[in-house]
């Protein structure tokens, strides 16, 4: 039976006479990572804030793991661990008494904090800095330091906010490396937002945010086959007739220097025009459709950075 | 319960004995004040039985008052680095997160206090162990009231800057119509409204009645020497004085949990990592 960790229904978030959030429905999966793409400001962190009980909702209902946001807070608090977009660590404590303070809000067992913290810093692979003041560290080792924090509690549905901005390439994949690694060794559900585009491809299920409604929300698989097309860039020594081909079956191209720019619906459709040509081809390029078309061809925008 | 609070006191006082700098100054100024108050106001005491007991007295009490008030700056510190949002999406309620400020600002304001009594020692301040630890009693209760009040102007000012600015507004006047360093018998008439409501006055007015060993002097004279008060034919006692210091402490103190527990903590400003 498939059970949601979140749920939230017409959720509708004001600021005064803005709307941050305009009456939004989605749930996510327990176990699956989930994640909110969109621009700055379309109300992905209003949404996390709402949902992590720091913001009261204007109206509709949100739950996690069953539980009332606003009405059991409490609940929900003790079963949520939460990356935010900017550090909360306190920097003048070591690593590991943040995460001892943290233990001690969770009320973590006092027996199993030694073993957790243990385990956590291992996870981000931070052991030796454990000593270190929080301050004396780099943005990428913080962001780690902060990642253990938000899971040394064992939180049921880990929130991320944007959880790899700021951060070098290499880092961003060791970031997310260590989601992954957690998300099998303990079956937590993953929300996370981030305006990255190769990073919501790695994720379940994919809801497209702007101007604070969902404009899409589906796996990334199926918003590319929806919304996208596959680019192939073809040079030929049989131009035109290559053309005169794509005109009879209505595919749409654009002629570019030397080369086509073919955008086939479907793979089979690639695969024909390059059985029929596959003499005269001189060089070929294929690219799938990305998330950022996609984006692109919702909202009819790049995604703003 | 009493696992989140100790964590935040013991997390408060770590902080603070980290940082070299503050603690130097909370040292050195609280010997500064010493030094300076107890010769600007020499000549204001003679004839008293125990000058330097009338002196520290007011010194010890000002200085617990002033720090118990600044500690609660601590509170904007965290939310301007962020560390606030942190405690307020754990399990933790603000009642809680509340006490554990209050309680650590005050255990820094009665250590400094302590260190004064002590180099008080040195230059003629007597007292016994049985006063020495009413004071420290006292000293707490002074530190509690006054770190609630603290607090509760820390949530209001939200910003380190304004808080300043209120601290100031409020404690120079409070002060300075306390008795602390102006006998309140040299205070004109028409403030006393304001020394009456001031609970300084009442504090210090306890505080020097131990410190002073006054247990035996009459009533009379303890009016004329404005350790009590006579409110209209009125007299407060000492006693009295410390009820009305528990009192305040409580009405100051629910206050402050009652504003922390509305306080919109998240849409303060907070500083951003990363390069956007």
Not at chain 1, 101 to 109: A, I, M, N, R, T
């Amino acid at each position: 039976m498939i059970t949601n960790s979140i749920e939230v229904s017409n959720f509708t978030k004001k600021f005064g006479s803005f709307t941050a959030v305009d009456n939004i429905s989605f749930n996510v999966e327990e176990g699956t990572i989930f994640a909110f793409l969109g621009p700055n400001g379309a109300g992905k962190s209003t949404t996390i804030n709402t949902l992590c009980t720091i913001h009261d909702k204007t109206d509709g209902e949100l739950r996690i793991n069953g539980n009332d946001v606003t009405r059991q807070k409490d609940k929900v608090r003790n079963d949520i661990g939460i990356v935010f977009q900017e550090s909360t660590l306190d920097g003048k404590l070591t690593v590991e008494e943040n995460l001892k303070l943290h233990c001690d809000f969770y009320k973590v067992p006092k027996s199993e904090v030694k073993q957790r913290i243990d385990f956590v810093l291992e996870l981000v692979d931070i052991v030796n800095w454990r000593k270190a003041p929080v301050n004396s560290l780099s943005g990428g080792m913080k962001r780690r330091a902060e990642i253990a924090r938000g899971l040394v509690h064992f939180p049921k549905v880990l929130f991320l906010d944007e959880p790899t901005t700021g951060l070098d390439p290499q880092t961003r994949a060791n970031v997310w490396d260590y989601i992954h690694k957690l998300q099998k060794q303990k079956n937590i559900t993953i929300f996370l937002t981030t305006h990255y585009m190769e990073e919501a491809e790695i994720c379940n299920k994919v809801a497209v945010i702007d101007h604070g409604k969902i404009v899409a929300h589906d796996t990334p698989y199926n918003l590319k086959k929806k919304f996208t097309s596959t680019t192939m860039k073809l040079k030929t020594s049989r131009q035109d007739s290559l053309q005169n081909y794509l005109d009879n079956s209505s595919i749409k191209y654009k002629p570019d220097n030397e080369q086509i720019v073919v955008y086939a619906p479907d793979v089979e459709k690639v695969l024909e025009i390059i059985s029929c040509f596959k003499e005269s081809i001189e060089d070929i390029e294929i690219n799938k459709g990305t998330l950022n078309d996609v984006f692109i061809a919702i909202t009819g925008k790049e995604i703003r950075e | 319960m009493i696992r989140p609070i100790k964590a935040i006191v013991l997390r408060n006082l770590i902080k603070l004995s980290r940082d070299k700098m503050r603690l130097f100054f909370t040292l050195f100024m609280s010997g500064l004040f010493l030094f300076i108050f107890s010769f600007v106001t020499r000549s204001a005491v003679a004839g008293l039985e125990h000058p330097m007991n009338y002196l520290i007295s007011g010194i010890v009490i000002m200085t617990v008052f002033q720090t118990s008030l600044n500690n609660s700056m601590n509170i904007l510190e965290d939310i301007s680095n962020g560390f606030m949002k942190e405690i307020l999406v754990a399990p933790v309620t603000r009642w809680q997160i509340a006490i554990g400020q209050v309680i650590s600002s005050m255990i820094v304001a009665v250590f400094q206090g302590i260190i004064i009594v002590l180099l008080g020692l040195f230059m003629g301040l007597k007292i016994d162990l049985i006063h020495g630890v009413t004071m420290a009693f006292l000293m707490c209760l002074v530190g509690l009231t006054f770190s609630s009040l603290g607090l509760y102007l820390a949530t209001v000012a939200k910003e380190s800057t304004n808080f300043q600015l209120v601290i100031t507004i409020v404690s120079f006047p409070l002060t300075f119509l306390s008795g602390a360093y102006i006998p309140t018998m040299a205070i004109p008439k028409i403030l006393a409204p304001v020394i009456y409501l001031n609970p300084l006055t009442y504090t210090t007015s306890a505080f020097r009645y131990i410190a002073l060993h006054m247990e035996n002097v009459p009533v009379a004279d303890l009016v004329k020497a404005g350790i009590a008060f006579n409110v209209n034919g009125f007299i407060i006692m000492p006693l009295m004085s410390t009820l009305l210091i528990i009192v305040m402490g409580i009405i100051f103190f629910t206050l402050c949990v009652n504003r922390f527990n509305k306080a919109d903590f998240s849409r303060v400003k907070v500083f951003r990592h990363g390069h956007r």
